[in-house]
């Protein structure tokens, strides 16, 4: 046995002093986090989607996204399901009946009778089955908050697949934009596939208060409709003499239920002859087949609708399979006047994904119309880069033309829409010349997904020659491939991981790290100003001696209570 | 223009007084096109997917027997279950292998239904499924032949949360291989709701401001002069009073100062002396 233990510890501690000594001085190390698997930048890339061309007679712009629309889809929005080919018809996954035209009731060549069909689907909901979520629908790579949308009636599975579970591509935010033509007769029927009570109202849209058959036709269950039960429908009945931008959203437990995602944009376009208006644009962005009105005035139309979300309220559908208990944490424990907001969407995703689907493709000496539409619950503050947007409409309405505003920001307050106009003539006023020019909500809380940026609604106008050949804008900043990973959303990637040889920003490693004693301060601080910061006090002691004065004061008042009185006495005696 | 307009406030009459809205009569799809491949569809929405009436699987050398069987689904079959939305009106069947079915499936709601079956061998069922889909109130017919070997097949709606809210049984043949989980009345749910009552009194909100509160306490000190402390200094300063009162009666207040001083000296001089013995028993060793 040895007889000197804490001799043999203190000289094998004197032995290891040279390593201690550095461990001592130095800070925790840095290591590269491994950001798992990356996304292609672009994963579904149909090049065949992304040319101009007629599918059943109907022409289409090009669309030279990364995720064009399907231009079998777009057939079917502009002829109905009922005038295309069978052949065209499967190649989307409408329903035979998903949208009716016919009767030209006017003989100007377009149909005036649209029979339009909805149905509600649940987008990241819950399963009682598995630990994932059904059907999925990604704002941003692994961000799968709980949604509910209208969608155009589809046929078959929700999901895409067999083997995965990934929403079919009518199922998806937002709500799908709804294109009509002013003074055709519109019959919107929801098909209330939901497993909660919805309505449909007409939000700045023509609408006469009840229908022919004397029903509610506003939507409005306090006032002027019958709630849509699960398994029902209902037939909402318009001819609209207006056009404009318009909104449609659910009004059954609104503050919610349009929060939720039941809300969309409805589009009137001016009446012409010949003109088959594309009834769905799926998903906003890019209107591949324009109105004959919006071709007199601009060369292409893109629509844009910002949401947000809090995670709070997108997760109770998640935690609970039972529709009475989702109920009751939606309606009576949740309290959206406590609510932030994490989520910020443009057309259903976060930035980086809006670059597969969103980007506005510009070309100089063109005029773009945009319809900006904010379904989130605060003000926005769009800001175009290299570009200053014409306001031509409020709501719909056209602005006085001598009296209409160019700026670089629009504010627009919830369920507002405004048109732009972006001329992309360099004039280094309309606009700064070619680029990548990224446009976005300009409230920074805008630019972030869950409070994390890069993300929320930031997209990007591309100049043409910016394009490569997927269709994503040739940037030549910092790599975007850290964002297409489920890791940065995890929050587990570093936000500036690599950016020089040593990566000197890179992640803490502080694993068996222990701080050394802090060194002693050399001299009192006498830098300018210091006396106004004050350190932290700990004023037990003092407050112990004053309650102790405190007692004293008191004893010796009792004790001369006599005297008090009689002095107090003779100074009222005095007066 | 008086004109047109008269004209187009006529022809909005005559199209929105046309009885278009009267509940929607029921519809049997019994003329639909067939695409090939077993995959037959209308007009209006219905639909069957993996029709096979005469092509025996492999391993079947007859027809062990041919069934028809009628199934209703819609939001009324599942007032028996409290908590689902949607419901078949059965929720389990069985059959022999090699039977021939025969599927009614009628459709009591408004909107789409769907009675899919997975799993079946993919070289005469393309994509291994049968599929029958009818927007309601109607009926869509279909017929399948089962292969041989006991298996138990998942039925249900496919349509966003109708499964997971109740539309959902299973069809065994043979002796089937197991039960699946969630079938309404049948099997239990994989993962449990919880119904515990959570709700915490006071919001969230409350609690965290209430967390900060204290949280910032700590960090910056209570600056105030009346704590804890002070009530316990006030209660030993009445308690003491009488006594120091005794003690310093008749001194000067220049005496009692003195008095103080001496009394911390002391104090000093014990403190200095316990150290000093301390370290001297450490010595020592």
Known sequence: MQKNPLGLLLGAAVMLMPFAASAVVSLPKTVEVDSGEVEAPCNENNPEWRVAQTVDGVDMQESLRCSPDNPYAIAAEVKGTNNISMQTLMNTYYAADGIIKKNDMDGDGDPDLIIIKLEVAELNGHSPDFKGLVPTFDIAPGVQPGMWVFAPKSRGMATNSFVGVDANPLLRAPSPVIRVEQGDTIWIQLENTHYFPHTIHLHGIDHPWVDSSGEGNDGVPQTSDKFVLPGQSKTYEIRPRVPGSFVYHCHVQTHVHLAMGLVGMFVVEENRPNNWVQTFNVGAGQVRHPSKAILEDYDSEYDLHYHAMDKELHSIIQESNDPRLIAKKMNREYDMTDSTEDYHTLNGRSFPYTLRESIIVAEPDKNIKLRMFNSTGETLAMHTHGHKGTITHYDGVEHNPVAQITRDVYDIAPAQRNDLKINTTDDGFHSYGEGVWIFHDHREKGITTNGMNPGGNVSALVYKKYLNEVGLPKTIGESIAPLFTKKFHDRKLPVWQNIDDWNSLGEIDAEGYVAPPASKMAAPDVTPGSADIQAPTDNSFRNLIFGLFLGLLAYTLVVNRVKVIAFISSLKGGK | ?285
Request: charged content about 20%; hydrophobic content about 40%; some cysteine.
């Open chain 2, 1 to 285: 223009m008086i004109m047109i307009k008269h004209l187009s406030i006529a022809a909005l009459t005559i199209v929105l007084s046309a009885p278009v809205f009267a509940e929607k009569e029921f519809e049997d799809h019994t003329s639909m096109m067939d695409h090939g491949d077993g995959h037959l569809m209308d007009m209006t929405g219905a639909m069957v997917m993996g029709q096979n009436t005469d092509v025996l699987p492999g391993g079947c050398s007859s027809l062990a027997a041919t069934k028809e069987i009628t199934v209703h689904a819609g939001h009324k079959y599942a007032e028996k279950f409290p908590g689902r939305m949607y419901a078949f009106d059965v929720q389990e069947y069985q059959f022999e292998p090699c039977t021939k079915l025969t599927v009614n499936f009628v459709n009591d709601d408004n909107v789409r239904h769907q009675w899919m079956m997975h799993g079946l061998p993919k070289y005469l069922y393309p994509k291994g499924m049968f599929h029958l889909e009818v927007t309601g109130p109607g009926k869509v017919t279909g017929t399948l032949i089962f292969p041989p070997g006991d298996k138990t097949y998942l039925v249900h709606c496919d349509i966003a949360q109708h499964m997971e809210k109740g539309m959902k049984g299973q069809l065994k043949i043979g002796k089937g291989d197991g039960d699946l989980p969630s079938i309404p009345g049948v099997t239990a749910y994989v993962i449990q709701d919880d119904y515990s009552d959570k709700n915490p009194d006071e919001s969230l909100s409350d609690a965290v401001v209430e967390e900060l509160t204290e949280m910032k306490d700590k960090v910056i000190g209570n600056d105030s002069f009346f704590s804890g402390l002070t009530i316990i200094g006030l209660a030993i300063g009445l308690i003491f009073a009488p006594l120091l009162a005794r003690k310093f009666k008749g001194m000067s207040a220049g005496e009692v100062f003195v008095y103080l001083v001496g009394l911390v000296k002391q104090s000093v001089d014990i403190t200095v002396k316990v150290i000093s013995w301390l370290i001297n028993l450490v010595k020592k060793k």
